[in-house]
T-cell receptor, first 114, second 116 residues
Framework: GNSVTQMEGPVTLSEEAFLTINCTYT??????LFWYVQYPGEGLQLLLK?????DKGSNKGFEATYRKETTSFHLEKGSVQVSDSAVYFCALVPSYNQGGKLIFGQGTELSVKP | GAGVSQTPSNKVTEKGKYVELRCDPI?????LYWYRQSLGQGPEFLIY????????DSGLPNDRFFAVRPEGSVSTLKIQRTERGDSAVYLC??????????????FGPGTRLTVT
């Protein structure tokens, strides 16, 4: 079946530290991959996406590369800020023809301290 | 412009009661999704509408759950004979339909359902 596994949180970092949140997936076919973010008190927002192997999604200093050989889509940021504190969800859409329903990982809480 | 809205924001009900949760998608968005998020977990897909019809309801956990979208805009998720295990945040998302692209889903703030 289709599934997403993320590293467990919470992750606590100091401001300006390097961030990696690991995400691996299991899927049939060629999924599209996403990172969503949920800031405190707000709804889920799309952070970045990649739709085919070797694509790199990027936004707000965050990056993730679609690695088919390792079935991974790790989220990285070179220098985190306090405002990046949120819960991050890795997700996939199994295939374009399945209506775009998202399959999410369990989420990783990030806390950035000044 | 206005985003996806959901009402109520919080709902407390007793075990065995019936509840309705409402979703107002972004105007013009043809696709509408319902997800359920339990504490400490990622959202789980429930049902997907394309226009008025349910294109995929494979995520509905059992026949106590039902959703409608009669005019292709507002959707209502209906839960009969609620159980304590139904307690969760129910999320709605909408997206436009664009041929050849995978459109972004825009999420509402959710309805927190608590079954006592």
């Amino acid at each position: 079946g289709n599934s997403v596994t993320q590293m467990e949180g919470p992750v606590t970092l100091s401001e300006e530290a390097f961030l990696t949140i690991n995400c691996t997936y299991t899927a049939t076919g060629y999924p599209s991959l996403f990172w969503y973010v949920q800031y405190p008190g707000e709804g889920l927002q799309l952070l970045l996406k990649a739709t085919k192997a070797d694509d790199k999604g990027s936004n707000k200093g965050f990056e993730a590369t679609y690695r088919k050989e390792t079935t991974s889509f790790h989220l990285e940021k070179g220098s985190v800020q306090v405002s990046d504190s949120a819960v991050y969800f890795c997700a996939l859409v199994p295939s374009y023809n399945q209506g775009g329903k998202l399959i999410f990982g369990q989420g990783t809480e990030l806390s950035v301290k000044p | 412009g206005a985003g996806v809205s959901q009402t109520p924001s919080n709902k407390v009900t007793e075990k065995g009661k019936y509840v309705e949760l409402r979703c107002d998608p972004i105007s013009g968005h043809t696709a509408l999704y319902w997800y359920r998020q339990s504490l400490g977990q990622g959202p789980e897909f429930l049902i997907y509408f394309q226009g008025t019809g349910a294109a995929d309801d494979s995520g509905l956990p059992n026949d106590r759950f039902f959703a409608v979208r009669p005019e292709g805009s507002v959707s209502t998720l209906k839960i009969q004979r609620t159980e304590r295990g139904d307690s969760a945040v129910y999320l709605c998302a909408s997206s436009p339909t664009r041929t050849g692209l995978l459109p972004e889903q825009y999420f509402g703030p959710g309805t927190r359902l608590t079954v006592t």
